[in-house]
């Protein structure tokens, strides 16, 4: 009672950090908001921080995930590609299949 | 290629860590040498660090985990329990399995 197995997780690309948590939320506010400068207010991140997670994602993949229109830093907006979407439902089906993993490791050590 | 799915595991007492990577080893070299003071110095901890996470371990537990015999800081010579073997085997099969998972997750990424 009491105890409780917790962990983290995220993908590496090349042993560096590629996707975890911040990155999959970056992701779903530019989806919903159509711009990086307002998906990076929601989360109160800099412009430049959710700017430089957005092109080293992009670099680590095939495929970009996020595509920026052009007109400007704040006119011209950006959209997720069917990539990233793919992406982030792995990564929530991952989670799950974790958090089912720490529910079982919690009940063995109880 | 490349991509690699990655992760930390711990386990927490009412909301608070309570056993991880570095307690395991604290204990293990507790185990070899007989000593807190000689564990610490091996993990190029202070003693006094070693000494909070050993009772802050002991707090946790209804068994203790280490018993400090006697005869002055460095004279008496400490040992791990029964209690803490089995945490430590515990521990160990624990992580087996999520060094399976994570390999699991890692094909499925690919």
Redesign the interface.
């Known amino acids: 009672m009491?105890?409780?197995?917790?962990?983290?997780?995220?993908?590496?690309?090349?042993?560096e950090r590629?996707f975890g948590p911040g990155r999959v939320e970056l992701l779903k506010y530019i989806d919903e908001t159509g711009s990086i400068y307002k998906a990076a207010k929601k989360m109160r991140m800099s412009y430049k921080k959710a700017w430089k997670m957005i092109s080293s994602l992009n670099e680590q993949v095939k495929q970009p995930l996020v595509i920026v229109k052009k007109g400007g830093e704040k006119g011209g907006g950006s959209a997720i590609t069917d990539e990233a979407r793919a992406l982030i439902g792995?990564h929530e089906s991952?989670r799950k299949?974790?958090t089912e993993?720490l529910e079982k490791?919690s009940k063995?050590?109880r």
């Open positions: 009491g105890y409780r197995v917790t962990g983290s997780l995220w993908i590496e690309f090349q042993n590629f792995y991952m299949r974790f993993f490791e063995k050590f």
